[in-house]
């Protein structure tokens, strides 16, 4: 199959370059952003060398699993008002609710799955939620 990853995610904001620090501040995601850790699998043409700077309009998180999931149009895991929800797999969970708590943001649930991990919800400053997901240990 020619299609060999997810390429980009790009929403609507009201005010983009708001959002834009929030997300680069508060999650550590955004153009220039190079994740903690992302050293364990890095590999040439996969981006910048661990510790260099990224380029301003990428974002090179870490590898790992992406779900890819259609929801039936009644589900309560996206709010209804809704089409997307954007679940980003995280590192120490609890620091980074704590360090979320700090800076002011509601965190609306926070539950674990047996053999799936650690979920917790959060809405950025413009009201878009977002979905904290924290994989068991292997």
Known sequence: MPVVGLGGLMFRARDPET?????RTELGIGGGCVSEGGEEGWRPGTGPAPGEQGHEYMWYPAPGPLVFE???AG???IAADKQVL???RVRDMDGLLERLRAGGTEIASDESWVGVGRFARIHDPEGNPLELWEPPAA
């Open 19 to 23: 959002l834009k620090a929030w997300y």
């Open 70 to 72: 259609p929801f039936e």
């Open 75 to 77: 589900s309560d895991r």
């Open 86 to 88: 954007i679940n980003l």
